[in-house]
């Protein structure tokens, strides 16, 4: 990869693709389904795989519940570092290529970005959904991620119900570890200067 154009190019690539299939596959899975048990799943794989909607006012996997808020704030927080990752990578060296793994450690903080703005979006409540249940919550904004992808093994495992954004959340943090650990050392020794011959 050369120059920060070229650097910039490839992680708001990866983060748009990744944003703009996120919501999209949420929208038409409600659009198909509505709200969590208006209609019955989708089953793509019999005891394994099926497509069902679900409301999570919490974080991955359903943590956290009902701070919803505070993973938003949580977000910006991210998206700034993220920016900031991204810059320097992009600068170093002045946009002469200064690692092989650099295009991966762009297109995953890309690929971070997509799933946080994914879900950043259902946070805020942007889709204008209201809660049909319970009673009491009834008409009230939904502030929740939409979540689809269930995949569940009867007696084995049943994974909390999930997105696109939380796959690519995972799978970039995957990649910028895996970099991380292809990433040469550095020795001090390697940087210090020669020593001084003797007269």
Same mark, same amino acid.
């Given at each position: /990869?050369?120059? !920060? ?7 708001? *690539?990866?983060?748009?693709?990744? #944003?703009?299939?996120?919501? +999209? ?9 509505? /709200? !969590? ?9 019999? $005891?394994?795989?099926?497509?069902? #909607? ?6 991955? %996997?359903?943590?956290?519940? $009902?701070?919803?808020?505070? %993973? ?21 060296? @002045? ?5 092989? *793994? ?10 971070? *970005? ?9 946070? +805020?409540?942007? =889709?204008? +959904?209201?809660?049909?249940?319970? =009673?009491?919550? %009834?008409?009230? !904004? ?9 995949f569940a093994i009867e007696g084995v ?11 690519? +959340? ?13 990433? =040469?050392?550095?020795?001090? @020794?390697?940087?210090? !200067? ?6």
């Open positions: /990869m050369r120059g !920060p154009r070229a650097g910039w190019l490839l992680f708001l *690539t990866a983060a748009v693709v990744a #944003t703009a299939s996120d919501l +999209l596959t949420k929208s038409w899975i409600f659009e198909r389904l509505g /709200m !969590p048990g208006d209609q019955p799943a989708i089953v793509l794989i019999p $005891g394994m795989l099926a497509l069902r #909607t679900n409301l999570n006012e919490g974080a991955l %996997f359903g943590m956290g519940q $009902g701070l919803g808020l505070v %993973f938003a704030g949580i977000s910006f927080v991210a998206l700034a570092g993220i920016g900031l990752m991204t810059s320097r990578i992009c600068s170093q060296g @002045s946009g002469s290529p200064t690692s092989k *793994t650099d295009p991966w450690s762009l297109a995953a903080l890309g690929l971070i *970005t997509g799933g946080i703005l994914g879900n950043l979006y259902d946070r +805020l409540g942007l =889709p204008k +959904l209201t809660w049909h249940a319970p =009673p009491d919550r %009834f008409g009230e !904004p939904v502030r929740a991620v939409r979540d689809w992808i269930h495992i049943d994974w909390p119900i999930f997105n696109l954004a939380d796959s690519y +959340l995972v799978v970039g943090a995957g990649i910028l570890v895996v970099v991380s650990l292809l990433q =040469p050392r550095t020795d001090d @020794s390697d940087t210090a !200067p020669p020593p001084r011959a003797s007269t």
